[in-house]
């Protein structure tokens, strides 16, 4: 079994940082790319950026320059930086990673989420 666990969502003002961080345990071989979401209320759920196992990043338009995803591969824990909040930030941030168990099954796994209020 594969558990993703999310923190660092919080209330901040417009400006503001935060980081959150998602932490990936139990019957893992290998994680390959790594990503957060986000669902704002009324609204799907969007992907905000991703990171390979390589190191390579991508981002949704609206969040380049501001936000930094990141990952620790000896840690299996990847973050999200995020600078220059505004209240379109505001959302449940979802943690996702791609991970093949020791059985070499593949898994396309989630977090809880956490929860991410942009406001003044």
């Known amino acids: 079994q594969v558990q993703l666990v999310e923190s660092g969502g919080g209330l901040v003002q417009p400006g503001w940082s935060l980081r959150l961080s998602c932490v990936v345990s139990g019957s893992i071989f290998s994680i390959y790319d790594m990503a957060w979401y986000r669902q704002a209320p009324g609204k799907q759920r969007s992907l905000v950026a991703t990171?390979?196992?390589?190191?390579?990043?991508d981002y949704l338009y609206s969040v380049k320059g501001r936000f930094t995803i990141s990952r620790d591969n000896a840690k299996n824990t990847v973050y999200l930086q995020m600078n220059s909040l505004k209240p379109e930030d505001t959302a449940v941030y979802y943690c996702?990673?791609?991970?093949?168990?020791?059985?070499?099954?593949?898994?396309?796994?989630w977090g809880q989420g956490t929860l991410v209020i942009v406001s003044s």
């Open positions: 996702n990673a791609r991970i093949r168990t020791p059985l070499f099954a593949d898994l396309d796994a």
């Open positions: 990171v390979t196992k390589g190191g390579s990043t």
